[in-house]
């Protein structure tokens, strides 16, 4: 079992940077790919961007592609999230979530009920 707690959020103008991080406590998170979705006011929760077990692979969402990064550190258990260039439509609540990978079945980092544990969420707002 994992206890996921996101950090970094805030208000930025639009352009600005902001750094996520997501750090995790409990067993093996390494074995876990890591995931951040996110949540608009009266929107449905998106994926944001995913990197697997061993930090090889990431995957991001196009509208956020080669603005944001996402890295992790397994030593530290902790995921990292670099969103650059921010955009009022960046708005949102973001969850990091965590999608067991121990049992080698394939990683689907899109689809949000291959993710077993979700923290609370962080806010992140982006005035224009």
């Known amino acids: 079992q994992l206890q996921l707690v996101e950090s970094g959020g805030g208000l930025v103008q639009a352009g600005g940077s902001l750094r996520l991080s997501c750090t995790a406590f409990?067993?093996?998170?390494?074995?876990?790919?890591v995931g951040w979705f996110r949540q608009a006011p009266g929107k449905e929760r998106e994926f944001v961007a995913a990197?697997?077990?061993?930090?090889?692979?990431?995957n991001y969402a196009d509208s956020v592609k080669g603005r944001f990064a996402m890295s992790r550190d397994n030593a530290k258990n902790t995921v990292v999230l670099e969103m650059n260039t921010l955009k009022p439509e960046d708005t949102a609540v973001y969850y990091c979530?965590?999608?067991?990978?121990?049992?080698?079945?394939?990683?689907?980092?899109?689809?949000?009920?291959?993710?077993?544990?979700w923290g609370q969420g962080t806010q992140v707002t982006v005035s224009s």
């Open positions: 979530a965590s999608d067991w990978q121990g049992d080698g079945t394939r990683w689907n980092p899109r689809i949000e009920s291959e993710y077993d544990y």
């Open positions: 409990g067993r093996a998170f390494s074995m876990y790919a």
């Open positions: 990197v697997n077990w061993n930090g090889g692979n990431t």
